[in-house]
């Protein structure tokens, strides 16, 4: 089964994580015209509850310890994603927001390609990318003062 997923959501890369560790397909609103596949039935909008319904139907019950395990994985990817949503909003600015916004969502794919043990490392690689656009800012606000520019 497939569930659909909105890209627009900040923590869609943990909704894809816990689809695919389920075994499930995930697919996005912006792929075409997706509620005219499979027949004309739609797919599903995804939700959690929805996903551990489908899981523990078709699954037999000494396999519903993968479930928890996915749960584990789903909740660790929305603690870093929450962090770095954090460190954005402290950097954002009206001049540099497509450029903070730009930075997330690599990292976003990011999070999708790598594997949980490597979170940590990623997150503080995103977390300096975004400190560095916060002292670029405040350097080009000391090189305007500096020459008498506002």
């Known amino acids: ?7 627009q959501h ?12 389920l075994g499930f397909e995930a697919c ?9 596949e499979k027949g004309g039935e739609g797919i599903p909008l995804f939700t959690v509850k929805k996903m551990a319904v489908k ?20 909740w660790e990817c929305i603690a870093y994603l929450s962090f770095l949503q954090k460190e954005a909003r ?5 001049w540099n927001q497509t450029l ?5 969502e690599q990292g976003c794919r ?11 490392e990623l997150t503080g690689l995103i977390t300096q990318k975004l400190r560095h656009l916060m002292y670029y800012d405040e350097l080009k606000g000391n090189l305007l003062s500096f020459y008498g520019e506002k």
């Open 55 to 74: 899981y523990l139907r078709q699954e037999p019950i000494w396999r519903w310890h993968h479930l928890f395990l996915a749960f584990e994985e789903y």
């Open 10 to 21: 900040k923590f869609w890369p943990a909704q894809w994580r816990l689809c695919r560790r």
């Open 100 to 104: 903070v916004n730009q930075i997330l």
């Open 90 to 94: 402290l950097v954002k600015t009206p």
């Open 28 to 36: 996005y609103d912006d792929d075409g015209d997706i509620d005219r």
């Open 110 to 120: 990011d999070f999708i390609r790598e594997m949980p043990d490597c979170w940590p």
């Open 1 to 7: 089964m497939d569930f659909r997923l909105r890209r």
